[in-house]
């Protein structure tokens, strides 16, 4: 966790406007075919701004990257941006080629 806060508002059942605290996540991804790094970068939710709307961004936290598939052209990765107790979220594909090259988009 970092020291980012997210602040998502909701009302509860007495319809009270209620401001939760969240802290965001910074996820360091590093990728090594032995001694040699291929890739490595600290990565945060605004990466995404190009795949998710603003206004989602502003309340939402990077919740994880998993690891999809390795293979010989590179490793395969899904980001999840989500609203903090919420279902909703978006799923980002990242393929980080054997050249340590970082392509994105969104998953279909």
Same mark, same amino acid.
């Given at each position: 966790?970092?020291?980012?806060?997210?602040?998502?508002?909701?009302?509860?059942?007495?319809?009270?406007?209620?401001?939760?605290?969240?802290?965001?996540?910074?996820?360091?991804?590093?990728? $090594?075919?032995?001694?040699?790094?291929?890739?490595?970068?600290?990565?945060?939710?605004?990466?995404?701004?190009?795949?998710?709307?603003?206004? $989602?961004?502003?309340?939402?936290?990077?919740?994880?990257?998993?690891?999809?598939?390795?293979?010989?052209?590179?490793?395969?990765?899904?980001?999840?941006?989500?609203?903090?107790?919420?279902?909703?979220?978006?799923?980002?594909?990242?393929?980080?080629?054997?050249?340590?090259?970082?392509?994105?988009?969104?998953?279909?």
């Amino acid at each position: 966790p970092s020291t980012y806060k997210v602040v998502r508002s909701s009302y509860n059942d007495d319809g009270m406007l209620v401001e939760n605290v969240y802290y965001d996540n910074i996820i360091n991804v590093c990728i $090594y075919k032995g001694a040699q790094r291929l890739f490595s970068a600290d990565v945060h939710k605004q990466d995404f701004r190009k795949y998710v709307p603003d206004s $989602y961004l502003q309340q939402s936290v990077l919740s994880d990257i998993e690891i999809d598939g390795v293979a010989r052209e590179g490793v395969e990765m899904t980001a999840s941006v989500c609203v903090p107790d919420s279902p909703t979220s978006y799923k980002i594909k990242m393929f980080i080629s054997k050249d340590g090259k970082l392509t994105m988009k969104v998953q279909e």
